[in-house]
């Protein structure tokens, strides 16, 4: 290959100008400093140089690196002094924090440094980028792999950056799950919220009641075919999104959204008689029946048995839409079941209409609404409460971009790209100011969506400016700046067979 290392004039020659410098990094880095005269070409010569403890992210990286370049990346423990990408825990700039990281690109090699391995991989996702778009693809590319040079310091505003996916109005497989989770993992998400029961489909097994998931997952909108996951493949699940460092919060939505548990235990209605199965998109119209021990037993199962599978510290118990639950049951429902959370070693998170009930202030109700006074979550917050923000009219990758998209819904507005990506989360309700936030989340319903291209088509290009504002600065991101780092993007996501919407609102190449 070229020897481009110490000939400065000779390199800048011969190396292709990058398509993506430092600073266009999404989400935009905290700091970043472009320098053209830094630039590394990857050669079958580069080693991994994996520092202790970073094993598991030096194989991710060579995982990512190999296919295209058809170079082997040797990971290699010490440094033999040729071209390298060396990995090191221990060392970084303190303010980084537990995800954050410095990454550093010279004409000799590349330095990426962390306090934590998870810091390790979000860098991993910036260094990425900063590969030419074909690193993305799955079979051997003819080019020159260069890495743009310069340097970043970076960590993010808020503990939280999620997305959440409905398996219960559609069912996807693990396979397609797994897919949304390399996809999300990108671009820093580290929670994904699995939806996994509502009036049309329960998706996971419950061994102390079996038919929840076999007859009770049967269903979908539509009379779509549906399903669930054994526990073994949630476990899967878990396993695979631990190993992009993304934790996984299942929901299970109570006391409303039950109907498929309702049609299949009789036991779980007032009267004792099963509901007939529904797979219509009418919402609010079920209700489990609150003065019945019944449903305690049942929910003290299904909920023992999801933290035994879970290993995140947070379950999601629903709250949303109860418009079959008097206000009165509505309390004493979840005064019977919040401990219950407690009981099994997790945390709460639930729509927000839960702060209702007065939940603990380690609960995280999840804002739904479209900003503006809401006294509820101002008073929670006010007792130390913090908020995850998902203002459906910014937020929910299920709204339609226009009237003529094709998918989605309209009851909170039409979001545009730019509707997604200009609002400040700690601006949205007043008394929710940045200490109150706990992060962002992107929902996806899957009323309208079946296949991992409709998921695409809806996330792709919101859920990237959702992700950037939870992890960038508020000061470090505007419009203008994000549209045009938003359309160098577009290349990686056609190499990776992710087919999105292009938004009249960008400038794509
Ligand atoms: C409202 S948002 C719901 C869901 C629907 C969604 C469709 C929320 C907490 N509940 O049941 O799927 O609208 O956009």
Redesign the pocket.
């Known amino acids: 290959g070229l020897a481009v290392t110490g000939v400065p004039s000779a390199a800048s020659t011969e190396v292709a100008t990058p398509e993506r410098q430092v600073t266009d990094i999404v989400p935009v880095p905290v700091q970043a400093h472009a320098d053209p005269d830094a630039n590394f070409r990857l050669t079958s010569e580069t080693v991994i140089q994996a520092g202790d403890g970073t094993g598991d992210v030096a194989g991710y990286l060579r995982g990512l690196l190999q296919p295209a370049t058809g170079y082997s990346f040797p990971v290699t423990s010490a440094s033999a002094g040729g071209p390298a990408i060396s990995l090191e825990l221990g060392q970084a700039d303190p303010r980084v924090g537990t995800e954050g990281y410095q990454l550093a690109v010279t004409k000799s090699g590349v330095q990426l440094q962390a306090n934590t391995a998870t810091g390790l991989f979000e860098g991993v996702q910036s260094l990425r980028q900063l590969l030419p778009s074909e690193i993305e693809a799955k079979t051997v590319q003819d080019l020159e792999w260069t890495v743009a040079g310069g340097t970043v310091l970076d960590y993010p505003r808020f503990d939280r950056r999620g997305a959440m996916l ?1 398996l219960a ?1 559609h069912f996807f497989t693990p396979a397609q799950v797994k897919r949304y989770v390399d996809q999300i993992a990108q671009y820093k998400i580290n929670t994904l919220h699995l939806h996994l029961s509502d009036d049309q489909g329960w998706r996971i097994e419950i061994k102390s009641w079996p038919r929840l998931a076999t007859e009770g997952g049967k269903g979908a909108v539509n009379g779509d075919p549906g399903g669930y996951y054994t526990q073994d493949q949630y476990r899967d699940i878990v396993a695979y999104a631990a190993s992009r460092h993304i934790t996984i919060v299942p929901e299970i939505d109570l006391p409303g ?1 039950t109907n498929a548990a309702q049609a299949t235990y009789a036991e779980l209605n007032c009267d004792g008689v099963a509901v007939p199965p529904r797979t219509d998109t009418e ?1 609010g119209y079920s209700s489990l029946c609150i003065g019945s021990p019944t449903t305690y037993r049942f929910v003290e199962d299904v909920l023992r048995e999801l933290a035994a599978i879970t290993p995140g510290r947070y379950l999601g118990i629903g709250g ?2 109860a418009q079959s639950t008097s206000d009165a049951d509505y309390r004493k429902f979840y005064d019977r079941v919040s401990p219950l959370v407690a009981k099994y070693g997790k945390l709460i998170t639930g ?1 927000h209409e839960i702060v209702k009930t007065e939940p603990p202030s380690s609960a995280v109700p999840q804002y ?1 609404g479209q900003g503006g006074a809401d006294e509820d979550v101002a008073a929670a917050a006010a007792r130390g409460t913090k908020i995850l923000m998902s203002p ?1 009219n910014h937020a ?1 990758l ?1 709204m339609k971009y226009d009237a003529s998209t094709p998918l989605g ?1 309209d ?1 909170a507005g039409l979001v545009e790209v730019r509707d997604a990506y200009d609002w400040d989360p700690a601006d949205l309700v007043p008394g929710v100011g940045e200490q109150s936030v706990a992060g962002v989340e992107a929902p996806l ?1 899957t ?1 309208t969506v079946r296949t991992s291209a409709d998921i695409e088509y809806l996330a792709f290009p919101r859920l990237p400016g959702v992700a950037e504002i939870g992890w960038s600065p508020q000061a470090a991101r505007n419009w203008d700046g994000y549209r045009a780092r938003l359309a160098k993007q577009a290349s990686r996501w056609q190499a990776q067979g992710i087919g999105f919407y292009r938004s009249p609102q960008v400038d794509w190449p």
């Open positions: 409905d109005r959204h919402v949303d839409e729509w739904w459906a929910y299920d819904q009851w319903w009323e």
